[in-house]
C-alpha cells in the first residue's frame, strides 16, 4: 500500500518525464567525454531554451526543440574554452534524441544512438 501511495504521488508531482510530443530532445548535459560533453545549448532561434522539468528535479540534461530548421547557440564548456559560442543550424526532427558531437573542430549535432 505504501509503494502505491509512494508511486501515484511521484507521479502527480511531476518526477517522471512529461510529454516530450512535437519536439526533439538535446542531451546536452550529460555525455561520456571525447563523444560530445562540454557543450550546453544557449538557445534556439534566439529564444530561452524549453527544459525537460520536475517538480523537485532542477537539473535535467534535456532540452527540449521544435523540430524543424533551427538555429542552435551552444556555449562550450567554460574549463575548456570560457564564453566561447557556437552557432549553428540543425534540422531537428519529431521525437528524436540528440546529442552534440565535436569532429575536427567543427560542431554539430547527431542522433543519440544511446539512448
Known sequence: MLM?????YGATCGLFEE????????NDVTASRGVGS?????AVD?????????????MI??????????VLSV?????ESPGSMRTFVANLQDGKRYRFK???DTLGI??????
Do not use: C, M
Request: glycine share 10%.
Open 4 to 8: 502505491l501511495i509512494s508511486v501515484l
Open 19 to 26: 510529454n516530450i510530443d512535437g519536439y526533439a530532445v538535446v
Open 38 to 42: 562540454g557543450y550546453r545549448l544557449v
Open 46 to 58: 534566439g529564444h530561452e531554451v524549453k527544459r525537460v522539468r520536475g517538480r523537485f528535479i532542477t
Open 61 to 70: 540534461p534535456y532540452a527540449l526543440v521544435p523540430p524543424g530548421k533551427r
Open 75 to 79: 556555449e562550450l564548456d567554460a574549463s
Open 102 to 104: 565535436l569532429d575536427d
Open 110 to 115: 547527431v542522433v543519440d544512438s544511446r539512448s
